[in-house]
């Protein structure tokens, strides 16, 4: 079945040190997003990369990283920077330039503070 | 500029009863609306998707929604609630952004279905 796979589903993170969550996708889609969840918040971009090589800043890319080496992956590093890093992290896809796509969801990884 | 406003962050129904879950849409272009629900430590699964075409969408598991442009509302309702209908709820409208699909969320309502 085509999907969109993330792993860990949970990750612990000291002080100072980056972590990275992996996202993959086999739906062919072009695009690719990372979303954060905070409770009460809904959902808020981080960074979307609509090409391989290419991504931009969402709402609140500060203190978080990304690539997008394959169209199949799309990689987020949590940097030391982000002094709040505990959320619910999603990944989503989606068919790029056509209106109304929805996204398709994988299932979360979870990042707490040690 | 585009926002949606869920109008409840929490509705109680009892099983069999029917459920109504509010959303207000703003947007500068005809919006593209959608409805995801969201299972514990789960990701969003989409419900249904409005794009224009009949304004009376049918989706999964007995879901449907109206779009009713004069009122800037897209009301998500279900006749009689099941104990599995009991998730977290978001109402998304998306609006093109330079060819891309960029999604605003509401912040959720929390479904809880009572026996």
């Known amino acids: 079945d085509g999907g969109i796979t993330q792993s860990p589903k949970y990750l612990f993170r000291k002080e100072g040190q980056n972590v990275t969550l992996s996202c993959e996708q086999n739906l062919n889609h072009d695009a690719m997003y990372w979303y954060r969840q905070d409770p009460g918040q809904g959902l808020r971009l981080i960074y979307y990369s609509q090409i391989v090589n290419d991504f931009q800043k969402g709402d609140i890319a500060e203190g978080y990283s990304v690539s997008r080496e394959k169209k199949e992956s799309f990689p987020l590093t949590v940097t030391s920077a982000q002094k709040n890093p505990t959320a619910f992290y999603l990944c989503?896809?989606?068919?790029?330039?056509?209106?109304?796509?929805?996204?398709?969801f994988g299932d979360g990884t979870r990042l707490s503070i040690l | 500029a585009q926002s949606v406003t869920q109008l409840d962050s929490h509705v109680s129904v009892s099983e069999g009863t029917p459920v109504l879950l509010r959303c207000n849409y703003s947007?500068?272009?005809?919006?593209?609306l959608f409805w995801y629900v969201q299972h514990p430590n789960k990701g969003l699964q989409l419900l249904l998707k409005y794009t224009s075409a009949a304004t009376l969408v049918k989706g999964i598991n007995g879901f449907e929604a109206e779009f009713k442009k004069s009122e800037t509302s897209f009301h998500l309702t279900k006749p009689s609630a099941h104990m599995s209908d009991a998730a977290e709820y978001f109402c998304?409208?998306?609006?093109?952004?330079?060819?891309?699909?960029?999604?605003?969320f509401g912040t959720g309502t929390q479904l809880k279905v009572e026996l």
């Open positions: 989503a896809s989606s068919i790029f330039g056509r209106e109304g796509q929805p996204q398709h």
């Open positions: 998304v409208v998306s609006g093109i952004t330079g060819g891309g699909n960029k999604l605003t």
């Open positions: 947007s500068s272009y005809s919006p593209s």
